[in-house]
């Protein structure tokens, strides 16, 4: 099965940043999509309903979340399960 990897733009510096989470989708993009864009117009998946999570960017030290679901990345990992 194959993972992704979700990371999120950050509105600080811009930069695409690790979330640290991993998931396994039967289906997912084949590359770097926005989750907006992967859901379509359809429901977003559980596990990437992250719009009132708070990350941390490393450039800055500063706490953000994501604008939008354009700014959680679903990103095609090398590795599967």
């Known amino acids: 099965m194959p ?3 979700i990371q999120v733009r950050c509105s600080h510096c811009s930069e695409e940043h690790p979330t640290g ?3 396994k989708l039967d289906d997912g993009p ?3 999509e926005s989750v907006a864009t992967f859901a379509g117009d ?3 998946p559980p596990d990437l309903r992250i719009l009132n999570s708070v990350f ?3 450039l800055t030290g500063q706490s ?3 604008e939008s679901n354009d700014h959680v990345l679903v990103v095609p ?3 599967r399960l």
């Open 3 to 5: 993972l992704f990897v």
């Open 21 to 23: 989470m991993v998931l």
């Open 30 to 32: 084949l590359a770097k």
């Open 42 to 44: 359809g429901p977003i």
């Open 56 to 58: 941390v960017c490393p």
């Open 64 to 66: 953000y979340r994501p």
């Open 77 to 79: 990992s090398p590795y």
